[in-house]
């Protein structure tokens, strides 16, 4: 194994955290504002994905398809707010599973009616399809670096958002206590509305930009669910900055276990043993990671409600 | 007690629910519908499974979101224990395989068991939200370590040639093998009714009312919780083992989150807390699963608003609206 490839796994390791983060700032917003646990997110992760999908399809332009994805996941996402969600804050998180499971069903049912059972292949966006030598000798594909730069400006956009702006000044306070945010005259609901379609619509982003990298299908959005969930334990529910951390640690983690562990066990068993074990190991190694964590602080590594 | 006291609606509706499943093999081979007694038979055995989900979410107050991952393991000790047993090899170089059901039902409750011990002792350090999400983690950290498993089929999963034997019965007869699984279903019935009404079962449901109070009074909670939290795992286990047998299949989408999920709406649509109810409540999901899919291809699009209208509206489960009141 050489340092080069290496260093290319670190930039997958971060692509996919950029994509988680998008999914777990939304998600840790809606839990530690509203206390609502939602399974649904990653449904708006896929509509945001066929969205963008078909529109790309209709205009030839990933652009317009991203822009449309946006838009598409908020409203879709105020939406589902406004209709279901908004009795369910008051109840307990059992309900708020059960719910958001159906909501799953709903959702994976509706996308195979509108768009049918076969999956949807993307096209890289020509101008980004390229490779990049950002490390000498080793060509980087453009795209999966021009997720990690949207990821990195979406952070920081989120932080600017959060940290200076009324708004966020009001979403930093219905986080740590709803009531007296209400009743200090804020229009809680709009709020709550308002915070659902900024997560959806960074959900609906991640999924627009995972399209050309994965295929767009049915059920696309709860394998990054569960991801994300991880990401959140790791992180502290809540917090966006232990939203970005965990998931940085769990996109790296994932990525270079998979790609380094086989390698690494042959130096101590039997190649045949040793890719097995690696895959079996590499497929669990964030949960061990999320497990250990736990073990330390069982509430993440940034509370926000301590 | 009198022995002349007017009969409980509830004892009416159990004895009822009773006879029917007894009766059913007689008349589905009556009315030369075979069919029916596979599909009972599944019935019992997910609410053998959706029965242990509710001791520890019903009476413990533990939203575990990831049951599947025990059933999945108590399905795969069988298979496992089978194919070894079959080819005459030993698992993991150390133990002979076997397809003896006196031997590999328990192996299935025991290994699914310590696998609940394992992870509830480091999930319950935690509470909430946190809870919900880092079992259901775990179940698919489970999962994806059986797709990876190649030895074992991997995602293709795992095929048994026959189903397992027990000495003076013949498992392989789809009506035998029904009654087999009633037998188990009303035991673990019996079982659980009495361990939720001892004393382990009065603080679990004090922990679930209160957790912070019966610490005051001196209980060591975590204890009880994870004891509650590893006897659900083990039943989950058997009722893996006997998946394992009714289809003579095991495959990781035994442990998939869905899985999980649909569990946990049978405890929901059954009644929650009730030990029975979800029981019933399996019987009405795989019925309408059954009968939505012969409707529309489409089922998911009705059963997903329907379960959102259950957990809003609907909260007595179908147990607590046919018994009344007296769900106890």
Redesign the interface.
């Known amino acids: 194994m050489n340092g080069l490839l290496v260093l290319e796994q670190i930039l997958n390791g971060l692509q996919l955290g950029v994509m988680l983060f998008l999914l777990a700032a939304g998600l840790t917003l809606i ?1 530690g504002i509203m206390d609502l ?1 939602n399974l649904a997110h990653g449904s708006l992760y896929m509509v945001g994905a066929y969205v963008a999908a078909t529109v790309a399809q209709l205009t030839g332009s990933f652009m317009l398809g991203l822009l449309a994805a946006l838009p598409a996941a908020a409203v879709v996402g105020m939406a589902v707010e406004v209709i ?1 969600l908004r ?1 369910l804050y008051e ?1 307990s ?3 708020q ?3 958001t ?10 996308v ?2 509108v768009w049918g059972p076969q999956a949807i292949f993307m096209d890289v966006p020509g101008a980004l399809s390229g490779t990049v030598e950002i490390i000498p000798g080793a060509p980087y594909p453009t795209f999966r670096l021009a997720i990690i730069g949207a990821g990195i400006v979406v952070a920081a956009l989120l932080y600017v958002l959060v940290a200076r702006t009324r708004v966020g000044m009001l979403i930093r306070a219905g986080a740590s206590n709803r009531e007296m945010v209400g009743a200090l005259g804020v229009d809680v609901r709009l709020l709550y509305t308002l915070v659902f379609g900024l997560g959806a619509a960074l959900a609906g982003l991640a999924g627009a930009m995972a399209g050309p990298l994965l295929a767009v299908e049915v059920g696309m959005g ?1 394998g990054i669910l ?1 991801l994300t ?2 990401v ?2 790791i992180g502290g ?1 809540g917090s966006i900055r232990g939203a970005l951390v965990g998931a940085l640690l769990v996109g790296l983690v994932d990525t270079l276990g998979r790609a380094f562990l086989p390698t690494l066990l042959r130096l101590v068993m039997d190649p045949a043993t040793a890719d ?1 074990v690696g ?2 190991l590499s ?2 190694s964030i ?2 990671l ?2 250990a964590i ?2 330390l602080r ?3 590594l940034f509370p926000a409600h301590v | 007690m009198s022995r002349l006291r007017r009969p409980r609606r509830r004892d009416v509706v159990l004895l009822g629910a009773l006879a029917g499943a007894l009766l059913l093999p007689p008349l589905a081979l009556a009315l030369d519908e075979p069919f029916y007694v596979s599909l009972a038979s599944r019935i019992l055995i997910y609410g053998l499974a959706a029965a242990s989900l509710d001791l520890i979410l019903g009476f413990g107050g533990m939203v575990s979101f990831g049951h599947a991952a025990f059933v999945g393991a108590g399905g795969y000790a069988v298979g496992i224990l089978f194919v070894h047993g079959f080819d005459g090899s030993a698992v993991l170089g150390l133990l002979p395989g076997s397809d003896n059901a006196l031997l590999v039902w328990p192996a299935a409750m025991l290994i699914a068991g310590t696998l609940a011990l394992v992870i509830g002792a480091i999930s319950l350090r935690t509470g909430g939200v946190y809870f919900i999400m880092i079992t259901l983690a775990f179940a698919q950290m489970l999962y994806f370590f059986f797709v990876s498993l190649e030895a074992y089929g991997g995602d293709d999963g795992l095929s048994l040639y026959s189903r397992s034997r027990a000495p003076g019965l013949d498992l392989a007869d789809d009506t035998t093998f029904y009654y087999v699984c009633l037998g188990v279903l009303v035991l673990f019935l019996w079982l659980g009714r009495r361990l939720v009404d001892s004393r382990f079962g009065m603080v679990l449901r004090g922990v679930r009312e209160n957790e912070r109070r019966m610490q005051a009074i001196g209980f060591p909670t975590y204890r009880y919780k994870l004891a509650g939290f590893a006897i659900a795992g083990a039943v989950a286990g058997l009722s893996g083992a006997l998946i394992a047998n009714h289809t003579e299949f095991v495959s990781p989408a035994l442990m998939h989150w869905t899985r999980s999920g649909e569990i946990m709406v049978m405890v929901i649509l059954g009644g929650m807390g009730t030990l029975f109810g979800p029981v019933f409540g399996a019987a009405v999901l795989l019925l309408l699963e059954e009968v939505l899919s012969t409707w529309t291809e489409h089922w998911m699009l009705v059963l997903g608003p329907l379960l959102i209208l259950v957990v809003l509206f609907g909260r007595r489960g179908v147990y607590g609206w046919l018994v009344g009141g007296d769900t106890r």
């Not at chain 1, 499971?101 to 509706?110: A, Q, R, T, Y």
Request: proline share 2%.
């Open positions: 839990f646990i279901a009795t109840r998180h059992l309900d599973v059960l719910a499971f159906g909501l799953i069903l709903f959702f994976n049912e509706l195979r009616i709860e569960i969930f991880v959140i334990v529910i097995g895959a079996s497929s669990m949960y061990i999320m497990a736990l073990v069982p509430r993440g």
